[in-house]
Every structure is written in C-alpha cells, then in structure tokens.
C-alpha cells in the first residue's frame, strides 16, 4: 500500500506496535527471567515496573474493556542505548522505538518494517516457547498502533504559525499555545471490520537547552486501534494503519515542513 514519501529525518518521538492478549498467560513470575532470554541479545536491559491495570487503549479507541489482572507487572526489556523496548505483561506485548535526542537533531530511527519486523520475531520467539513447554501462545484481544510525531514550530515574522504547518487550518497563527484539534476516522483493514483511529493535535511550547526561550512544537498522536482474536488480523492491521497514518501525515502537514526532513 503506498503510503507516502520516507524521509531521512522524520519527527517521529516515538512509536508502539501494542497486542493485549485474550488471557493472562503469556509468561507468569516464575517464569520471567526464562523469558527474558529469549530476547537478551536484542535487549540486554530490563526494567520492572508498577501493575497496571488493564491496557487503556482499548477503553481509548472505545472497544470493551479488558477485565485485567490489577496485580500483573509489566517489564521493559530495553536495548542497550534505551531506545529500542519490548513491553510484557501476562496479557500484553508491544515494540516501542523512541527517540533519545532533541528535536532539532535527527533520530535513528530504524523504520517501520525493521519495527515491525521485530515485534514479529518476538511474538515467533514467545510462540515457540510456547510449543516448547507445550501449550499454545495466547491469542490477541485486541492491536494498537501508535506514533507519536513531534514537529518544530515555524518562525515566520516573529510569529508562529500553526496555519503554515497544517493543511487543514487557514489563519491560526501568532505564538499559539495549549491549542489543540481532535478526531476520529476509520481505517480499512483487509478481511476484517475496520479499526478506528484516533488522531490529536497540540500545539504547544518546549524546554529547549541552552535557551531561555519555549520552542513552539506541533504534536500529533495517532491511535489506531481495533479488537481481533486473530494473530492474521493483527498483521493485516498493522499493514493498514501503518499505511493509513502515512498518508494522512502526508495530507495534514504542510510541504514546507516536510521540506526539512529530506525525501529517501
């Protein structure tokens, strides 16, 4: 599916490829450093942190609830620079990339297809642990894609103007601050109902080192979210809303924004 230009220097923050599983039994305490192994040479580190009840994306995206274990820890194992993460809990899995430099620097951002290739290997890697122990691996409840894009405000007269950045906005300009645009759409998935996405922006003023000065930044969150008891589904999903987002990024904002990131 086309999804628009790739650029050399994107502004993406951060992205999630996210699977919250139908029953509690991807891993249990006992088996977690076990587990672990699996993925230690792609993730070195682990972190542990607080139970979380529930995964919200669900409730976010307006599916049914997960009635979730409140007592079930999620851990990161991260790689060794902290940008590369594979979340788990007993009724979760998800990839992240974030970046780890200032926004006027470019990230190494590795791509979607080497993201999503490895969310891929591990789900493989977990089945496979799976069959070795002799039980099948949980199927999925439910599949959210995230990205999370962050774009530096343009200058132009001393002003910044929100309207040069978005094609969908005519005259906002003027040092905008905590102004912020939302909705939702549908995202046609192949050989399923279609999922919902859930787009916000927010213009807003960062902490910059070294300067005084706010930098006024554009923030745009996709959420796209949709239930599934099929680990098929979840591919054909992530194909759909991977290509769906990237062209209406395309669409949104402007060509001179684009213009700093350079076209591969």
Request: proline share 6%; hydrophobic share 40%.
């Amino acid at each position: 599916m086309a999804i628009g230009p790739v650029y050399v220097r994107p502004p993406i923050n951060e992205i999630a490829l996210s699977v919250s599983l139908a029953t509690a039994t991807l891993f249990d305490a006992y088996d977690v450093r076990s587990f672990h192994d699996l993925f230690r040479h792609e993730f070195p580190g682990h972190e542990r942190t607080d139970p979380i009840e529930g995964v919200d994306f669900e409730q976010y995206a307006g599916l049914t609830p997960l009635n979730a274990d409140g007592r079930a820890t999620r851990w990161w194992f991260t790689s060794a620079d902290g940008a590369d993460i594979l979340q788990v809990q007993q009724n979760f899995i998800a990839r992240n990339w974030r970046r780890m430099v200032g926004i006027d620097d470019a990230p190494k951002y590795p791509g979607f297809t080497e993201v999503r290739g490895s969310f891929d290997k591990a789900v493989d890697q977990s089945r496979s642990w799976h069959r070795g122990q002799g039980r099948d691996m949980p199927k999925p409840r439910a599949v959210e894609l995230m990205y999370d894009d962050v774009l530096p405000g343009l200058i132009e007269n001393e002003k910044f103007m929100l309207s040069s950045m978005l094609n969908h906005l005519s005259s906002l300009g003027s040092r905008m601050a905590n102004w912020q645009n939302a909705w939702i759409e549908s995202v046609t998935v192949p050989g399923a109902p279609d999922a919902t996405l859930s787009v916000q922006i927010v213009a807003a003023a960062a902490s910059v080192a070294g300067s005084s000065e706010p930098r006024p930044v554009v923030r745009i969150i996709w959420r796209a979210a949709m239930e599934t008891d099929s680990w098929s589904t979840v591919a054909a999903f992530f194909d759909a809303s991977h290509a769906h987002i990237g062209r209406r990024f395309h669409e949104i904002v402007a060509d001179k924004v684009k213009s700093n990131w350079s076209v591969l």
